[in-house]
């Protein structure tokens, strides 16, 4: 089952504050950015977060699950409970770099 439209509009809206924040449909999925970064992965309407030490105190009673074949184990976000939601996303903008940018074909 793939990830609604609605969903990831809800996503977005429980971060809202965060910085600017933009998903890009990737893959069937979605990815969420925030200030030009990657901070959030939504894979059939469940959001996940890298497993980084920076939010492992915050993420410690949260499950953990794999969003697709071949990915690492992430921490499944509440995103139901913003205020959760809003502090592990500041966190992890702070740490996540931006992504290099593709080289043109020629």
């Known amino acids: ?3 609604s ?3 990831i509009q809800y996503v977005c809206e ?3 504050g ?4 933009r998903y890009k449909k990737m893959f069937g999925e979605y ?3 925030v200030n ?3 901070v959030l992965l939504v894979c059939d309407d469940t959001v996940y977060v890298k497993t980084l030490d920076v939010i492992a105190e915050d993420m410690a009673d949260a499950p953990k699950g794999i969003p697709y074949k071949g990915a690492k184990e992430h921490f499944i976000l509440d995103v139901d409970d913003a205020d959760l939601a809003v ?3 500041e966190k992890l903008e702070k740490v996540t770099p931006l992504p290099k ?3 043109k074909k020629s």
């Open 1 to 3: 089952m793939a990830t």
């Open 5 to 7: 439209v609605e969903f």
């Open 14 to 16: 429980q971060i809202r």
């Open 18 to 21: 965060t910085g600017d924040v």
């Open 31 to 33: 990815m969420v950015y």
């Open 36 to 38: 030009d970064k990657p």
């Open 87 to 89: 502090k592990v996303v």
């Open 101 to 103: 940018p593709r080289k």
